[in-house]
């Protein structure tokens, strides 16, 4: 029995590529630096290629002054221009319905994946995969469940969306392939409402959660609302999703103690980097991706956007220098055995980012900030606005009671952690869940800019 995807590319090549389990840790542990570029610039050379005979680049290249024989390898990677999900839109626009990235002019790639993205910050945008790039992106992840320890004891409940968005069907698709853990696939909360999440969760004794701190840390409070306890009821042991800075303590004591886990990826590059077992640090898996850290404004500053080129996306819709607009750093302390950079995780957006007074505010940093306030839920909202010309930014935070701190003292914390003063709202449990979307949306809206 043939399989059109799967035919589509040599299997054992990529399984010998990219690695999983014991496999990934005999090929990377003890690895050079040295050893890792040279195959970075094996595989980019593959990505180049594809990319100059995609229309998209080709195009872009050509306009910027850019030939073949300018970029012979990553040392020349800056000569070529960055991309962001704007300029992928502003093609799709003048290209529908796909734009020309997923497009090869001499080159013909008859199995597709579509999906869009989640809508985050603009209009879904649709994205296209071969399956050679989709299938990388499947055993990146799939390592990465298997590394932190998921094995074919446990049960995997998703909360990531699914129908046309991409989350979803990924992390089934890599955990059902590349681990050996049973998957449950319940989706946001408008695709299986969270009482009965948490229903299924302890009726089938799921033992890992993946997905948003945020959504994960609301289904806590609805299985204590339903008399089930992490731990007896619902046997959780490990969560292994996104958490901003300062919301693992927080996610792990709503869930009886189990380990959380941080990972990172767009819908474009899938998974970028992970934490490993030590949770020191994000490792990159450079064995695919290469990563630039690059701030505009301050090129000498060590935080800035992740700029991605994806060294397995070889077949189709190529990946040269694409803006997430993600911001981190490097992460430099600790040792490791693999030849992997590391970053501390992800510190804020820079295209949500709001200017007040000069500083640099990040919305999406500042749940880290809240976990200070007593009672505080894990969800806030801030919202902007601009009455009578003069800027205003309001933090909403959700509190499970009031009794314990005031709008003045919370005000005081931000003010302290921002430096800049922010005005405040208290609300109770559950009041911002419709500006954000956390019942609807795969990643809940942290910013409401009514300017």
């Known amino acids: 029995m043939s399989s059109p995807y799967f035919d589509a590319f040599d299997y054992q090549r990529l399984s010998d590529e990219y690695p999983t389990g014991a496999n990934f840790i005999s090929k990377y542990s003890g690895m050079s630096r040295q050893q890792l570029e040279d195959l970075q610039q094996q595989r980019f050379q593959a990505v180049l290629e594809c990319a100059w005979d995609t229309p998209f680049y080709r195009s872009l290249w050509l306009e910027s002054g850019v030939s073949k024989a300018d970029v012979k390898d990553l040392s020349d990677i800056s000569k070529l221009p ?14 529908p319905p796909f734009g020309s990235l997923p497009t090869r002019l001499e080159k013909t790639v008859s199995q597709r994946v579509l999906q869009t993205t989640s809508g985050t910050t603009g209009n879904p945008q649709p994205v296209l995969w071969g399956p050679w790039g989709r299938e990388v992106q499947n055993a990146l992840l799939g390592r990465t469940y298997t590394w932190l320890g998921v094995n074919s004891s446990d049960v995997m409940h998703s909360v990531y969306g699914h129908g046309l968005v991409n989350g979803g069907h990924y992390i089934r698709e890599a955990a059902t392939r590349y681990t050996e853990a049973l998957m449950l696939t319940a989706g946001t909360g408008i695709e299986t409402r969270s009482e009965r999440q948490v229903a299924v969760m302890s009726q089938f004794g799921v033992t890992v959660l993946v997905g948003f701190a945020d959504y994960l840390l609301k289904l806590s409070q609805v299985a204590a609302d339903q008399n089930l306890k ?3 009821d619902i046997p959780i042991r490990m969560i292994i999703g996104h958490v901003l800075d300062g919301g693992r303590e927080a996610l792990e004591a709503a869930w009886g103690g ?22 020191d640090g994000m490792h990159v898996w450079e064995d695919a991706n290469y990563l630039e850290i690059i701030n505009s404004e301050d090129p000498s500053s060590a935080m800035g956007d992740m700029v991605v080129t994806s060294l397995g996306k070889s077949d189709l819709a190529p990946l040269i220098r694409f803006n997430t607009h993600d911001l981190t750093s490097l992460h430099t302390t600790g040792t490791s055995d693999f030849p992997f950079q590391k970053i501390v995780g992800l510190l804020g957006r820079s295209d949500n980012m709001v200017k007040l007074k000069g500083i640099n505010v990040y919305p999406t940093a500042i749940g880290g900030m809240l976990q200070e306030v007593a009672g505080f839920t894990g969800e806030y909202v801030c919202r902007v606005e601009n009455p009578g010309g003069v ?29 800049v003063t922010v005005e405040v709202e208290l609300v109770a449990r559950g009041a911002t869940a419709e500006l954000t979307g956390l019942n609807t949306r795969q990643k809940p809206a942290r910013l409401l800019d009514l300017r």
């Open 82 to 95: 960055i991309i962001d999900k704007s300029m992928i839109l502003a093609d799709i626009e003048a290209n």
């Open 230 to 232: 992490p731990g007896k």
């Open 258 to 279: 189990a380990k959380v886990y941080n990972w990172y990826g767009v819908a474009d590059t899938g998974i970028v980097a992970t934490e490993g077992p030590e949770r």
């Open 391 to 419: 800027e205003k930014f309001t933090v909403v935070v959700e509190l499970a009671t009031t009794s314990d701190n005031s709008q003045e003292s919370v005000k005081q914390l931000l003010a302290q952690k921002l430096g």
